[in-house]
């Protein structure tokens, strides 16, 4: 069994304990456990917070060595507390546990996993810990996969080492149909099917880690999502096929601030215009979100597209050099919007759900900036000051 510990369930060496309480109970039930954990409380933020101090742009590289670290204090910590609890133990670092990633720093990817020293060492009767969030690019240098990726390295392990369960303890009670700490009239899911959650957790949903769901969907792994503090029954992600329930109606909400938006007005409006726009964004690993291409008039269209408020600047440096060399007019750039998206399988084929969307989004008086859709999920891009009432308001025109 693989049982992730996420950083508010390390938050103290008494939340520790508690937690080694839990890994002890999973052994003593006769499995072979191996636990990872993420940094202690906000220690991930803190050390995020000394190196702006010391720098202004500090270095990717640096950052995820000293990123590192956090998870280097909880990981030999845990191992620590079981001993104390009688079980035996052993802390490994994310190379040590043999996670080989590519050499994007602060979002590199899994590429391989060489399980050996771990089942060494569960071979031997002891659990091992493993540090989440980290791995080892070429040359031994360490990455990071990105924030909230302790929960890709349980996944992963657990699909290399063909866990019979995952577990992601967490500090709510599972996955609700929205953040309940935004939302108080939230409701807690019994299942969720892999599309959705993925769906929500790429909208904004901080509960999971994006690409952890997209691992247990291609091994066909189920997620345990529940609560550290407390036994419940916690959230099942599964297939879609294994859910009865709710197959016909929107599943959840979620959302996501902090949104800039960058519109290339007046392009001229020919082949290959979009690839010249995107090319040098995705070169400076700049993801662009929701796209929107205005229909072409006099031979001049606009292009339209989102990206986090923290990659807002440099899109605008760049697009700035490009719409110069394509003979666009002029590059405009908005901050202080978020996104908000209604997300179900249910979705599909329903152009009711879009329409009440946005019919509710109307009622309240907000404007909607820009749509996207995909199968699943219907997304609008709203001033950020309008998020809570928007988030409030969808919940409950969709029954949630
Ligand atoms: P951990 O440190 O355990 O990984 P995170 O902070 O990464 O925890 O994720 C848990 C948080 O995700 C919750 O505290 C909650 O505020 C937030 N969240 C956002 N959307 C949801 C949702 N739909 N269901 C549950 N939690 C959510
Ligand atoms: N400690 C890392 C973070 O805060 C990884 C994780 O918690 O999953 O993002
Ligand atoms: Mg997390």
Same mark, same amino acid.
């Given at each position: 069994m693989v049982q992730k510990f996420g950083g508010t369930s390390l938050g103290s060496p008494a939340r520790i304990k508690k937690a080694a309480k839990r890994v002890a109970a999973a052994q003593r039930a006769g499995y072979d456990v191996v636990v990872v954990v993420s940094a202690m409380g906000d220690s991930t933020d803190r050390l995020l917070g000394l190196a702006s101090r010391v720098a202004r742009e500090p270095a990717a590289r640096e950052l995820d060595q000293l990123l590192s670290t956090g998870e280097g204090v909880s990981a030999?910590?845990?191992?620590?507390?079981?001993?104390?609890?009688?079980?035996?133990?052993?802390?490994?670092?994310?190379?040590?546990?043999? @996670?080989?990633?590519?050499?994007?720093?602060?979002?590199?990817? +899994?590429?391989?996993?060489?399980?050996?020293?771990?089942?060494?060492?569960?071979?031997?009767?002891?659990?091992?810990? #493993?540090?989440?969030?980290?791995?080892?690019?070429?040359?031994?240098? #360490?990455?990071?996969?990105?924030?909230?990726?302790?929960?890709?390295?349980? #996944?992963?392990?657990?699909?290399?080492?063909?866990?019979?369960?995952?577990?992601?303890?967490?500090?709510?009670?599972? @996955?609700?149909?929205?953040?309940?700490?935004?939302?108080?009239?939230?409701?807690?899911?019994?299942?969720?099917?892999?599309? *959705?959650?993925?769906?929500?957790?790429?909208?904004?949903?901080?509960?999971?880690?994006?690409?952890?769901? *997209?691992?247990?969907?291609?091994?066909?792994?189920?997620?345990?999502?529940?609560?550290?503090?407390?036994?419940?029954?916690?959230?099942? +992600?599964?297939?879609? *096929?294994? +859910?009865?329930?709710?197959?016909?109606?929107?599943r959840g909400i979620a959302h996501e601030e902090q949104v800039a938006r960058l519109s290339v007005v007046g392009v001229p409006d020919r082949p290959g215009i979009a690839a010249s726009i995107f090319l040098p964004l995705a070169e400076a690993d700049i993801a662009a979100d929701v796209i929107v291409q205005t229909a072409s008039h006099e031979g001049v269209t606009d292009m339209s597209f989102t990206v986090s408020s923290a990659d807002g600047r440099q899109a605008k440096r760049i697009l700035d050099s490009v719409a110069q060399e394509i003979g666009a007019r002029t590059v405009l750039a908005q901050d202080g919007l978020a996104k908000v998206s209604v997300i179900g399988s249910g979705i599909r084929g329903q152009p009711g759900v879009a329409a009440n969307m946005f019919k509710t989004l109307s009622g309240l008086g907000i404007n909607i900036e820009m749509i996207s859709t995909s199968e699943v999920r219907i997304t609008c891009i709203i001033k950020a000051d309008r998020i809570k009432d928007a988030v409030a308001g969808l919940h409950q025109a969709f029954n949630l």
């Open positions: 030999p910590l845990m191992s620590m507390a079981l001993s104390e609890l009688g079980i035996a133990a052993v802390s490994l670092l994310g190379f040590q546990a043999g @996670i080989q990633t590519d050499q994007r720093h602060a979002k590199a990817r +899994i590429v391989g996993l060489t399980p050996a020293r771990i089942q060494r060492e569960l071979a031997a009767g002891r659990v091992v810990v #493993v540090a989440g969030f980290q791995g080892m690019g070429l040359e031994m240098e #360490v990455t990071t996969l990105g924030r909230g990726g302790s929960d890709t390295t349980a #996944v992963a392990l657990a699909a290399s080492l063909k866990a019979q369960a995952c577990e992601i303890f967490t500090d709510v009670d599972g @996955i609700y149909t929205v953040d309940p700490r935004f939302v108080p009239a939230a409701r807690l899911l019994t299942h969720i099917a892999y599309p *959705e959650m993925l769906e929500l957790a790429s909208a904004g949903a901080r509960v999971m880690h994006p690409r952890a769901v *997209e691992i247990a969907e291609a091994y066909g792994l189920e997620l345990h999502v529940r609560s550290s503090f407390h036994a419940g029954p916690g959230t099942i +992600i599964t297939s879609e *096929e294994a +859910i009865m329930e709710d197959r016909n109606r929107v």
